[in-house]
């Protein structure tokens, strides 16, 4: 917003517009003479925020007509308890697919459910982590789902098909790649995501669930976790999450204006290219992923020579780039290119690593 490209993987940037509107309008919202945040979620007024923001992300996914759309709480850690609750019957099964640390949490979180299945289908291959094709996973003829995590935001991992699991419900962790690029939503059982990547600030959580997995909720599902209550109550059977939802639906119209999915998705190519030359091109900076399931949203990547990571850091924050760093877990470095990241701050992030680069050139 002030002449930084934050490159954070959330939450992260948002849409300039979005922040202006949001700007321009909170403290008198439409005229009310108070904020949208002030208003009860059962106005009228709020009612209708609330109708255009689902109405707006089921034309952007092309959500079809037999799936509901939530507004939950509890980030996607609370999904990765509410998945089992809502979805995993006492003494059911559960395939989890494990690519990257999410999907690994939240298969710890569900071994708290029942009998979990752990796939873990990435390997090095000359050096690079690949994903098995999805039709070698061993997975279980009689699990209640099979879940897994199309876009590992920490590992920078990526899965662009949709495994084929014979009518076995598939849920998707899609917190970092929803909206990013299309999604076929008729192939999944369920999809959340946490909003603080493409949609907009935390505390809000999308999920879309097909209707015919509601209403199996196990006795002791805690009430807000219960899908079939936040259906039936229009995601309100408590107080939702007013202002992230009213910001939400701010940048499905930003996003609707830009030209949607098909849109934004061609953008995102252009940005991971860009910035996968460059790293590739370069001998000062590497990545360890297969360019098949590099992730088109966070580009995890070392420098060769680690002893200047704190000066990579410093230099780029003092250019206007920052929160670069990779996550605790795995070091180096990572940019998170969300769909609120412009093509410019790629390309300034690029221009920045050459040149820094050159530099540092022994
Ligand atoms: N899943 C993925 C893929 C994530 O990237 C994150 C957060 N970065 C989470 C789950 C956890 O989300 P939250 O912090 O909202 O619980």
Redesign the pocket.
């Known amino acids: 917003m002030s002449g930084i490209f934050n490159f954070c ?2 939450p992260a940037m948002l849409p300039a517009p979005v922040m202006q509107k949001a700007q321009a309008e909170l403290v008198n919202w439409q005229a009310h003479g108070c904020s949208v945040m002030e208003l009860s979620h059962r106005s009228k007024s709020f009612m209708a925020v609330a109708e255009h923001a689902e109405a707006s992300l089921r034309s952007l996914m092309n959500i079809p007509d037999n799936y509901k759309v939530l507004f939950m709480h509890g ?4 999904q990765f308890s509410a998945v089992p609750f809502n979805l995993l019957p006492v003494g059911g099964k559960a395939d989890y697919v494990v690519t990257g640390s ?1 999907s690994k949490a939240a298969a710890k979180e569900a071994n708290n459910f029942g009998e979990i299945n752990v796939i873990e289908p990435v390997s090095d291959v000359d050096g690079k982590k690949t994903v098995t094709d999805s039709s070698k996973w061993p997975l279980s003829s009689d699990s209640a789902y099979v879940h897994y ?1 199309p ?3 920490v590992d920078g991992i990526e899965i662009f098909d949709v495994p084929e699991t014979h009518g076995v419900p598939i849920v998707a ?1 899609m ?2 790649t929803i909206l990013s690029r299309h999604i076929d939503v008729s192939k999944f059982g369920l999809i959340y995501a ?1 909003a ?2 493409n949609i907009g600030p ?1 505390g809000l ?1 999308i999920v879309i669930v097909r209707e015919d997995l509601l209403g199996n909720a196990r006795k002791e599902t805690p009430s807000v976790f219960n899908y079939e209550y936040a259906a039936v109550n229009g995601s309100m059977y408590n107080t939702p999450p007013t202002f992230a939802w009213y910001l939400a639906g701010l940048v499905f119209d930003w996003l609707s204006e830009l030209g949607g999915v098909a849109t934004i998705s061609e953008i995102n190519q252009t940005k991971a290219q860009l910035l996968y030359n460059c790293i590739d091109n370069n001998s000062f900076y590497k990545n360890n992923i297969s360019s098949a399931n590099r992730s088109l949203m966070n580009v995890p990547f070392w420098l060769a020579d680690e002893s200047l990571n704190d000066a990579f850091l410093t230099e780029a924050e003092n250019a206007g780039l920052v929160a670069l760093k990779g996550h605790r877990s795995v070091g180096g470095m990572r940019a998170s290119i969300y769909n609120a990241m412009p093509l410019a701050g790629v390309q300034a992030l690029v221009n920045f690593m050459n040149a820094f680069a050159e530099r540092h050139k022994g």
């Open positions: 993987a959330g980030g996607g850690r609370g999410w995590c876009n590992e935001t962790d917190s970092s946490g603080q990547k935390s959580t």
